[in-house]
């Protein structure tokens, strides 16, 4: 299939001569604060020391019982995401994820996170598939490359050294020769650091995110885990659904509007202070100001969370990227229990926001991220797979 010719679509928004209506959950931290922060999907962070969870993930009680990817505050600084498309028959489903276990194992170093999610593909050949998962629609305003999309599964490996990550990458793909590549992005956290018990990090908007997500492991939980009695299969319990979309960026027009329009666009200041004057750590009162005169009422933080104290139930964990060529942007990384409730609760809200002129959603997907360890490669499948 014939590439999305992405640049001449930026080029006619940036040029003013039409404009594409672009809607996501892109920045949607602080329950919008703008999330930037890494993503890992299985397994264990070589060398992390575990937390207490509290949670109702499978085992409860501690931090290694939850995925990598949401144990601790201030994720790697460097990220590779691999998209991955079984090469097997139908009849080899069980040898073929096996050896995908294996390797991820493999690869596994200290300074690591490594891990993997499964896309809607990897149970066409029959297995106990989460109840929720399917091929990420296109929402309105995307222009989904599906060279760029989906997947049968997204390995991810995070550190904060880029050769590293990008070794431990290679190495994985040699040991599973089952798999072939079907896409992959790499990605990176500016400024990447832990205040206040958050970890933040700057957007390629200038802008400082994370402040929404939860500062303890608890709340995490709470809003990230499959949860026993929810309807999902016994396999699935502790694990969560992942959303990722590789949003571009329109900067050159970005960076044309005055600083205060763009505080005005997002919601909050650059630094994370909210318009109304209430500080990072504390929530602003949206219903003082009914009219939006001090935040907009189709700002993105509005829209995304319209009641601080009731923040949407997902945890984000996102990078920026930067293809060169003009082509940078935001990896937008989400997991939550719940996805109806969760990002595509957020997506529908953000519907007419003032930002969506300068993004574009051209690739991802959704995937489940399986609890930890690797008991869930026999019980998703049936014991013929």
Known sequence: MRPVPLFGVVNRVQGGTRVVRRRSLLLASSAAGLAVGGAVVYGVRAGAESADAGDGSRGGGSGERMPVQLRGVRPGGRVVMVALDRGAREGEVRAVLRELVAGLRAVERAGLAVGVGLGAGAFEGGGSRPGQLVDMPSFPGDLLDPARSHGDVLVQVAGDRVADVRAAVARLLTAVPGWRERWRIEGFRAENREEGGRGLARNPFHFTEGFGNPAGDRETADRALVRAGQGEPEWAVGGSYQVVRVIRL????????????????????????????????????????????????????????????????????????????????????????????????????????????????????????????????????PASG
């Open 250 to 381: 329109a900067t050159e027009l970005w960076d044309k509007d005055s600083v205060p329009e763009q505080e005005r666009i997002i919601g909050r200041r650059r630094d994370g202070r909210w318009l109304d004057g209430a500080p990072t750590d504390e929530e602003p009162n949206f219903a003082a100001d009914p009219k939006g005169r001090l935040t907009p009422l189709d700002s993105h933080v509005r829209l995304a969370a319209p009641d601080r104290r009731d923040p949407p139930p997902l945890v984000r964990r996102s990078y920026s990227y930067d293809r060169g060529d003009g082509d940078s942007g935001l990896v937008f990384s989400c997991f939550q229990r719940d996805l109806a409730k969760g990002f595509e609760a957020v997506q529908k809200r953000l519907a007419g926001e003032s930002m969506a002129k300068y993004l574009l959603t051209t690739g991802g997907g959704y995937y489940f991220v399986p609890p930890p360890g690797d008991h869930w490669a026999d019980g998703l499948l």
